[in-house]
């Protein structure tokens, strides 16, 4: 795959998962968790494929690498705060929330002023 193609594949994706979030919201907040829940899982299988359960269990750092570009890494972020937004467990989506509030501030690092 050129880079030209893999950019044209993350952008395609990242809309697509963008639709997803916007869906999981709207079924969130008319208080259709399950369904939510399932499309958010759908949405990290799109992103993550196979590893999706792995990314989501190992550390920020390690997360970076096994995910590897800025764009999807911030698709996973955002994926992160609606979990959150979703999760019942006030503790557990803190802890989603604050996850994806440090891979936002680890991909400000890296890119250029």
Same mark, same amino acid.
């Given at each position: 795959?050129?880079?030209?193609?893999?950019?044209? *594949?993350?952008?395609? #994706?990242?809309?697509?998962?963008?639709?997803? /979030?916007?869906?999981?919201?709207?079924?969130?907040? =008319?208080? @259709?968790?399950?369904?939510?829940?399932? $499309?958010? @899982?759908? +949405? *990290?299988?799109? !992103? !993550?494929?196979? #590893? +999706?359960?792995? /990314?989501?269990?190992?550390? &920020?750092?390690?997360? /970076?690498?096994? &995910?590897?570009?800025? =764009?999807? !890494?911030?698709? *996973?972020?955002?994926?992160? %705060? %609606? %979990?959150? +937004? #979703? $999760?019942?467990?006030?503790?557990?989506?803190?802890?989603?929330?604050?996850?994806?509030? @440090?891979?936002?501030?680890? !991909?400000? #690092?890296?890119?250029?002023?």
């Amino acid at each position: 795959m050129s880079p030209f193609q893999r950019d044209d *594949y993350v952008l395609r #994706q990242s809309r697509a998962i963008a639709a997803m /979030i916007a869906r999981m919201t709207g079924l969130r907040l =008319e208080g @259709e968790i399950e369904k939510a829940r399932t $499309e958010l @899982e759908d +949405a *990290y299988t799109l !992103l !993550l494929g196979p #590893q +999706a359960g792995l /990314i989501r269990r190992v550390d &920020v750092s390690t997360a /970076i690498r096994l &995910v590897g570009s800025s =764009e999807r !890494l911030s698709v *996973y972020a955002q994926l992160l %705060e %609606e %979990e959150g +937004a #979703q $999760e019942t467990d006030e503790a557990r989506g803190a802890s989603l929330r604050a996850r994806a509030a @440090e891979l936002r501030n680890r !991909l400000e #690092q890296k890119e250029p002023q």
